[in-house]
């Protein structure tokens, strides 16, 4: 498939006409072909006009059409083989087996996806049969379901070309729950969005669906993803990236006549607690462990470990050494875009210049560009939580380590923290009665605890939680990762005494979905 420069709005290609876009291969700093011009309040309106025209038919779409329509944008963007795998490297500078990993998450996705629509749960049906002879007042009958919410306006992410992008959960998610989707694509992979647009249009075709169930937009300045967050027909918002950027989209939706949810996944720095026994019996396969997890892409990932927290002493002085001789063996490695790489070195020489913070280590230099050199650093416990400025995300391959005068210092540095999308506990039995009294505070601040493992890669699942209080996310109610996704893109309806010809499937007597429904308070299928 050739890669044109061009929006797809609906059915039809569109160059755009306003400011270039232009991919950069990171690696070497070369432009990529071809140019692609970027839209205008024009095309935003066309193409939310369209998803608006498709909403109603697409949200009462059969169970099996809608899961075979996600089955069949995994099946198109398998179909683009090596070219979209070629093209993604190029623009991103990430290796081939991280991009085949990456597209296989993307599949895997939207087949997830497809067997939750099948399953029919995500529509939390509740029916409450009528009781005309109920003492003192009778009661109607009332049945419950989830509709979705009207077209999403989803934001690609920089740091994942395939599965937080085009086709990626949010899409994914929004698409599953009946929702029309608009991408704005992320400007640093124009080639590869484009590819996996036409993928997703040609499922669209394939599947018979109305042309609106899916847009992609590009926009290299702010006009686009503004425009599209404050038209009227646009009903939520899917983002991942820059807590700067989500926040200002959170401004503008909540600006709006009519405000709408913002589901933003911004920044994380994802502590790593090492407790005093476990540090001292495995400090030396922790601080490998530690140093592959904080290396491994760049430090690229929402859930990189940015923060060690431990106990001062002997242990951690050998903890140190070993993350020393590990991460001076590290290579550097090309970071996404040259605005990521420039950030990432602005935030390291900040750490640097900090009087409270000392160097322990930091990985192989190289003349090369935009590469990611990896560092490790060390800093007290109070000097953590009197310094606001060490709480900032650094997105790469840098960690913070916070030296505590006791484990019950623990939960002071713990309190100290902004909302985070993981908490990680290396642990060992000794360790029980000290970390339970740490738990209660780590669930206040953070989506998914893990224990003895690294906060680096996140299992696409039913019971994934990615997400968190602010600024990890917008919502901490919700989740972008995993079938509960969904729910962002939902609200009930209640149904009071209707007709049963006019009742939705999901609510009639017979259960003709055959789906798990709550009926007077009892499960029933």
Partial sequence: ?????????????????????????????????????????????????????AFDSFRETSP?????????????????????????????????????????????????????????NYL????????????????????????????VAVFGASNFPLAFSVAGGDTASALAAGCPVVVKAHSAHPGTSELVGRAIQSAVAKCQLPEGVFSLLFGSGREVGSELVKHPLIKAVGFTGSRAGGTALMELAANRPEPIPVYAEM??????????????????????????????????????????????GAELDAFLATAATELSKVATQTMLTPGI????????????????????????????????????????????????????????????????????????????????????????????????????????????ILCNGFPTGVEVCHAMVHGGPFPATSDSRTTSVGSAAINRFLRPVCYQDLPQALLPDALKDGNPLAIRRLVDGQDQR
């Fill in 124 to 151: 939390d049906v509740r029916i409450d049969p009528a009781m005309p002879e109920r003492q003192p007042l009778p009661r109607n009958d009332l049945r419950l379901r989830m509709i979705p919410l009207g077209p």
């Fill in 267 to 312: 920044s994380s720095i994802n502590p790593v607690f090492l407790m005093p026994e476990a540090l001292k019996a495995r400090g030396d396969a922790i601080a490998k462990g530690f140093v592959g997890s904080l290396t491994m892409g760049a430090g690229q990932f929402c859930t990189n470990p940015g923060l060690v927290i431990a106990q001062s």
């Fill in 1 to 53: 498939m050739t890669i044109l420069g061009e929006m797809l709005i609906g059915a039809r290609a569109v160059k755009g006409t306003s400011a270039p876009i232009q991919a950069i291969n990171p690696a070497t700093n070369e432009k990529l072909e071809p140019v692609f011009g970027g839209g205008t309040q024009a095309d935003v309106d066309a193409a939310v006009k369209l998803a608006w025209q």
């Fill in 341 to 448: 790489f420039s950030a990432y070195c602005s935030g390291v020489d900040q750490l640097k210049g900090n009087a409270s913070v000392r160097e322990v280590a930091a990985g192989q230099g190289s003349d090369a560009p935009n590469q990611c050199q990896a560092g490790l650093y060390v800093t007290s416990a109070e000097a953590f939580i009197a310094d606001e400025s060490l709480c900032d995300e650094i997105f790469g391959s840098t960690s913070l380590v916070i030296e505590c005068k006791s484990v019950e210092e623990f939960a002071r540095v713990a309190e100290h923290l902004e909302g985070q999308l993981t908490a990680t506990l290396q642990l060992d039995e000794a360790d029980y009665a000290a970390t339970a009294a740490l738990l209660p505070v780590l669930e206040r601040k953070a989506g998914r």
């Fill in 64 to 120: 099996e059409v809608r899961a075979s329509f996600l089955e069949a944008c995994a099946d198109e963007i398998l179909a683009l083989g090596d070219e979209l795998v070629q093209r993604a490297m190029a623009e991103t500078g990430l290796p081939q087996a991280r991009i085949e990993g990456e597209r296989g998450r993307t599949m895997n996705q939207l087949r997830l996806f497809a067997s939750v629509v099948r399953s029919g």
